[in-house]
């Protein structure tokens, strides 16, 4: 790329949340790069918005693809968000003439990322994003530069989500139904006026596929990743969880099974000592389960103008000091394609059923289960939750999920049953194994 004198140009097309945190480093004090780091375009949809950073002393693009096009530009910083559109036209505008390209996007790299990895491969442009998963924490250079080559890497989980932890943790606290704490979420700016892609867990699902791809030297492909939300999360399983010594949270995890990789989002179960049931309110946490380093724990903040703005100074400090590896450790050429395992097909499982009527009811439960080879291991009933219908709960013991499903649809299908039943997994402890 052509260079003004030492100084790197960039060019930052996005100015909200991410990009006005970015400019603020640019103008501190002590700006960021040490004068190696000029930036002299921006780009936003509405030039005359007010704006907290100072944007004046910048050459102005309505068109960010005319930001990623231009020749006074060396590093496109794309803020903008969207996994098709101008985010992906602009950036692939920039890869194409050999700019190196900055991102904060998870949508743009879980959804595209081989194909901007080739472009950028066919050109010698660098793409990073480490801004684009767990916000403040460098979890994409802790796996991709200091674990992925000297490990064997099993598994990879997390809380990915700031929102939906944010709602989880106040549904608990406070015990106010979903949509109550959501509407509260979004007067308050922790939640988007549209929030389908955090509660749908879509959000953590693209951040899981580029962390599953980086710990186990593939592509990404978001199609592969098993999707749910938290959006049929209820306070009567928070309840109910809770009475049997769990909480619930989103995880997002991408797990090694035999030589396939299976990566899913979902709602579990984890007991009160599980290293992930602590991290509460906006936090995001990554557990690394790897051998021979063993479990590591990374817990920060997720979201927000300055822990993103720090990951993309990184990944910009990386791109001048020539430290910029390949987008997924290694070349295109080089990642394996996996295929993706099945759902899990075994653990334990906590399962919630609503009746009206109980005599006899849990006797026919308890019949159906044992039918399918399904042991219980906890049961639990309270009236004194869920109103006129009365919860029963129970955990099982190891069984294959299939047989469970199964059973509880015989049981759902029973008149005393009020509600459809509501099964969620348990995850497993093993880190005291791994820490002790
Ligand atoms: N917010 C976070 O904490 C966070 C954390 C990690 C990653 N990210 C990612 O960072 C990216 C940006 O997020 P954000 O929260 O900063 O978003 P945001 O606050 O909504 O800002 C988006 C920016 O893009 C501009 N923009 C939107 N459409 C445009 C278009 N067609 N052409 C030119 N500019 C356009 C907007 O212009 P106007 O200002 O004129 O409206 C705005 O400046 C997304 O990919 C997001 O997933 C965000």
Avoid at 211 to 239: H, K, M, N, W
Avoid at 418 to 427: H, Q
Wanted: hydrophobic share 45%; charged share 25%; glycine share 12%.
């Amino acid at each position: 790329m052509s260079m003004a004198g030492d100084k790197r140009r960039v060019g930052i097309a996005g100015l909200g949340t991410v990009g006005g945190g970015l400019l603020k480093l640019f103008q501190q004090a002590e700006p960021l790069g040490d004068g190696r780091l000029e930036v002299v375009a921006v780009s936003a949809r509405n030039r005359s918005r007010k704006r907290d950073v100072e944007i004046g002393g910048y050459e102005w693009f309505d068109d960010p693809v005319a930001l990623a096009a231009s020749p006074n530009v060396d590093i496109f910083v794309e803020l903008i968000g969207g996994s098709d559109g101008p985010a992906k036209r602009a950036v692939e505008v920039a890869l194409a003439r050999g700019a190196d390209v900055v991102t904060a996007n998870k949508a743009l790299l879980a959804e595209h990322g081989a194909d901007l990895a080739k472009l950028a491969e066919s050109t010698g442009a660098k793409i990073a994003f480490e801004a684009a998963v767990a916000g403040g924490i460098p979890i994409i250079k802790a796996l991709r530069d200091g674990l992925a080559g000297g490990n064997r890497i099993n598994a990879v989980s997390g809380i990915l989500n700031g929102t939906c932890n944010y709602l989880l943790t106040e549904m608990e606290a406070s015990g106010r139904s979903f949509e109550d704490v959501l509407a509260d979420a979004q007067r308050l700016g922790y939640a988007e006026a549209d929030p389908t892609m955090d509660v749908g867990g879509f959000d953590a699902g693209h951040k899981i596929a580029l962390l599953s791809a980086i710990a186990f030297g593939a592509a990404p492909d978001f199609s592969r990743v098993d999707v749910e939300g938290v959006d049929q999360v209820t306070l009567l399983d928070i309840r109910m969880a809770g009475k049997m010594g769990y909480r619930i949270k989103l995880i997002a995890k991408a797990e090694r099974i035999d030589e396939t990789v299976r990566a899913h989002v979902h709602p579990v179960l984890l007991a009160l000592d599980h290293p992930l049931a602590g991290v509460g309110g906006a936090l995001n946490a990554v557990v690394v389960d790897a051998e021979p380093v063993g479990r590591l724990s990374f817990v920060g903040r997720g979201a927000g103008a300055g822990a993103t703005a720090s990951a993309v100074a990184a990944d910009l400090l990386d791109i001048i000091d020539g430290a910029a590896r390949a987008p997924f450790g290694k070349p295109l050429a080089a990642l394996k394609s996996y295929s993706s395992a099945a759902r899990a097909d075994e653990g334990r499982f906590y399962v919630r059923f609503l009746v009206n009527d109980k005599p006899g009811v849990i006797a026919a439960i308890a019949d159906q289960l044992a039918k399918a080879g399904v042991s219980i291991e906890s049961f639990l009933q309270d009236p004194a939750q869920g109103g006129t219908d009365v919860p029963i709960v129970l955990t099982t013991q190891r069984c294959p999920r299939e047989n469970l499903d199964a059973a509880v649809r015989q049981i759902g299908a029973l008149d005393v049953i009020a509600a459809t039943p509501r099964v969620m997994p348990i995850e497993e402890t093993s880190a005291k194994r791994a820490w002790s």
